[in-house]
């Protein structure tokens, strides 16, 4: 008893410093869920939360819509691929990176390749939209290639892939840092020995680099599960249209769309919910697996 309470009065500044964090994830995390009631109700603005109860009415008219069996396998879609190469994308880099033998130059490339994560999605939309465009960069290299021209943002079956292409090319440089980080931690004298015995530089890769990688590699994957329906939606909605409704309408612009643009507050909220308690569960389930397969505990 007394250590417990030595080591709380000596960690009483961390604790302190945690109260705004914690005050403002009541307010805007804790506070609102009293708005769920919206998803049992057919909600009227004039009658607030004092709305005719429907029980679970609003589930049943949304699992019978069409679109939104549509919706979720788009969001499976999009944020599935975006998660395999998000891993795969980083750890090669991270691995070609350690390759080299130039510091700076290996500086140089890092730098350059986290830029894009510090830019916004509103800003990402406008370059995307001027190199992507008929006119842009990319469809003139391809007109001189002797290529047609590519509707990268208005092909309903190219528009998944330039989303997914486009959120790799943002986020890998972050992936990739961490997975720098986790190389620096393997013994050097692992491959003074594979060189002694006569290893390539493939074969230390494969056999030392890549095995030792894998620890953090599962993590990153078991981590990133509890997350997977949120396929993005600032990408998507600045990117997206009509025309491509069809095979890039996710979970969270489908909300946007009933619950703000058509004022089906309840059906909003009921979308909104069934994404919220599924993404609890994978969030518990990556966590479980985390602790199982990588060892990683939050407590």
Avoid: H
């Amino acid at each position: 008893m007394k250590k417990k309470k030595f080591n709380l009065s000596s960690l009483w500044q961390y604790y302190l410093m945690l109260i705004p964090g914690v005050i403002l994830t009541f307010i805007f995390s804790y506070i609102p869920l009293y708005g769920v009631i919206i998803a049992f109700e057919k909600y009227n603005v004039g009658l607030g939360f004092s709305s005719p109860w429907v029980g679970l009415e609003n589930f049943r008219y949304l699992f019978s819509q069409p679109t939104f069996t549509r919706t979720i396998w788009n969001t499976l879609y999009i944020s599935v691929w975006k998660l395999a190469l998000g891993i795969v994308v980083p750890v090669t880099i991270a691995v070609l990176l350690n390759e080299m033998k130039s510091d700076k130059l290996k500086r140089f490339y890092q730098t350059l390749i986290y830029i894009p994560n510090f830019l916004s999605w509103i800003i990402m939309a406008g370059v995307l939209m001027d190199i992507l465009s008929s006119t842009g960069a990319i469809n003139i290299i391809l007109t001189k290639l002797g290529f047609g021209t590519v509707d990268f943002l208005g092909n309903a079956k190219i528009f998944p892939w330039t989303m997914i292409v486009s959120d790799v090319w943002k986020g890998f440089g972050y992936g990739t840092i961490v997975y720098l980080a986790a190389l620096t931690g393997i013994d050097p004298s692992l491959y003074e020995s594979a060189m002694l015995d006569g290893a390539t530089r493939w074969q230390q890769i494969k056999n030392i680099t890549i095995p030792l990688l894998m620890p953090t590699i599962v993590l990153m994957t078991v981590l990133a599960l509890g997350s997977v329906l949120n396929a993005g939606f600032d990408q998507i909605y600045n990117l997206y249209s009509p025309a491509v409704w069809e095979t890039s309408d996710i979970i969270d612009t489908y909300v946007y769309r009933l619950g703000i643009q058509q004022a089906q507050y309840s059906v909003g909220a009921a979308v909104g919910l069934f994404k919220s308690l599924i993404s609890a569960i994978m969030v518990i389930v990556s966590y479980r697996l985390a602790d199982k397969l990588a060892g990683y505990r939050i407590l």
